[in-house]
C-alpha cells in the first residue's frame, strides 16, 4: 500500500501530464504563468520573470517565455516597475482575468466530478486539508533543500 505521501504525488503527476492535446496544454500552461502572476501581486510581490520562474518552479528562460505568449495571447501586459525604472514586471489584464475566471470554472467542475457522491462535510475537509497543504508547501519550498541539495 503507498504512502500518503506516495499518493500525493501519484495524483499530480496524472493530472500534469492528463492533456496530449497540444491546444489544450499550451492553454494551460497560459493558465499557468497568468495564475503565478496573479499570486504574485496578491502577495505583495512584483511579478517579474525571475518572481514567476520561482513560483511556477522553472528556470528563468522557460519563464520568460511563457510570460512572452501570455502577454502575445493578450493574458498579461508587461510594465516598468515603480521601483526600479530598468526593471519590468507582469500584470494580468481583463482577458487575463476572463482566462482565470473559465479555468477556475473548469477546475470546480472537475472537483465535483471527482467528489461525486461525497458529502458537503467530506468536500469542505478536504479543501481546508489541501489548503493547509499548499500553506505548507510553500514554507517548506523556502525552508528545506530537496533531496537532490542535501
Request: charged share 25%; aromatic share 6%.
Amino acid at each position: 500500500m503507498s504512502g500518503p505521501g506516495q499518493v500525493l504525488f501519484q495524483f499530480v503527476r496524472h493530472w500534469s501530464r492528463r492533456s496530449v492535446d497540444h491546444r489544450a496544454t499550451e492553454q494551460g500552461r497560459l493558465v499557468l504563468v497568468t495564475e503565478a502572476v496573479l499570486a504574485l501581486t496578491r502577495h505583495g510581490q512584483e511579478a517579474t520573470v525571475n518572481a514567476i520562474a520561482d513560483e511556477i518552479g522553472i528556470d528563468q528562460s522557460g519563464a520568460s517565455r511563457l510570460v512572452k505568449s501570455a502577454a502575445d495571447a493578450g493574458y498579461l501586459e508587461m510594465r516598468t516597475s515603480a521601483a526600479d525604472g530598468r526593471r519590468r514586471h507582469a500584470t494580468v489584464t481583463s482577458s487575463g482575468h476572463a482566462l482565470l475566471e473559465d479555468a477556475h470554472r473548469w477546475q470546480e467542475q472537475v472537483f465535483d466530478q471527482l467528489t461525486d457522491g461525497w458529502s458537503e462535510q467530506q468536500r469542505l475537509d478536504f479543501q481546508q486539508a489541501m489548503t493547509s497543504l499548499i500553506e505548507r508547501s510553500h514554507a517548506l519550498t523556502h525552508d528545506t533543500p530537496t533531496p537532490i541539495e542535501r
